[in-house]
């Protein structure tokens, strides 16, 4: 080792060597993106004759032109999917959080009886059929806005995360001091613990929203109200609207195998219409999210 050097110090070569492995792993993500978005402008005939381009032949919006047909029902979609995704992410956290605080902490009595009960249904569920039943007739979530929210409400990986992440960066001192100043349990838990928790919080809150958001099988086993669709759904049966009448035989079905959709276009549309509000937010979230994953990890 040369003299000055510090021990965990990286050679200039091996630095450009991870710093161009980074990029192009950034690249990985980036360059598909920018071709679905390229694709989405580019016209029907276009796509079939040349293929996927990033630089578009002919310029077209009649993939998005097809989706705005029904801009009121779009809106309304959004609107059901914006109101799941904050109001479930909120009580996810709080759910989470009330759930996993207790766990951490060594002198609750029956934290082994819980742990396990979370450990088991990571390892075991109950299937299909009694997850419907309970769902609607017992707890009649169906057709309402609640049924969109509650199921995603309990994640047992996110608890175990949670618990780890209050054992290892909630310092037993900070807990008992403010126990002697007399303070409660739950004033302990919203004053203190999730102050100093914010990083934890706000990566399960990362994960926890784009479930919401992505969700569309929900709406698929719960929904029949329309009114009530959210974004993803909606944009899955308009892709099978689309391919159903793109595959019709006109000496069938007369005019109406005539409308032909911009299948191949509109699925990228779609996915531009569906992914781009998180995207936009994720950078907001960037600095927690890769503070809570660092944090509590080995030091030496």
Sequence with gaps: MKPGRAINAISPAANTTLHALFMLMSLSCVVPLLLVVAVSVTSESSVVADGYRFIPNKLSLEAYRYLWQENRTILSAYG????????????????????????SRQEFAFRRLFLFLVVFTLLFQGGLVSWYMVTTQVLHLKNNIWALIVPHLFNGWYVMIMR??????????????????????????????????????????????????????????????????????????????????????????GTIAQIRPPTLTLRMALAVVGIGPIVLAYPFFQKYFIKGLTIGAVKG
């Design 80 to 103: 059901v999917t914006v109101f799941t995704t904050v109001v479930g992410t909120l009580l996810s956290l709080l759910v989470i959080g009330l759930f996993a605080y207790p766990l």
């Design 164 to 253: 780890t992440y209050f054992s290892t960066t909630i310092p037993d001192a900070v807990i008992e001091s403010a126990k002697i100043d007399g303070a409660g349990e739950f004033r302990v838990f919203f004053s203190i613990v999730v102050r100093l928790s914010l990083p934890g919080l706000a990566t399960i809150g990362l994960f926890s929203a784009i479930v919401y958001w992505n969700d569309w099988w929900l709406p698929l086993m719960l929904m029949t109200n329309d009114k009530l669709l959210n974004m993803q759904y909606l944009l899955y049966k308009a892709q099978s609207l689309a391919d159903y009448l793109s595959n019709l035989s006109g000496e069938n079905y």
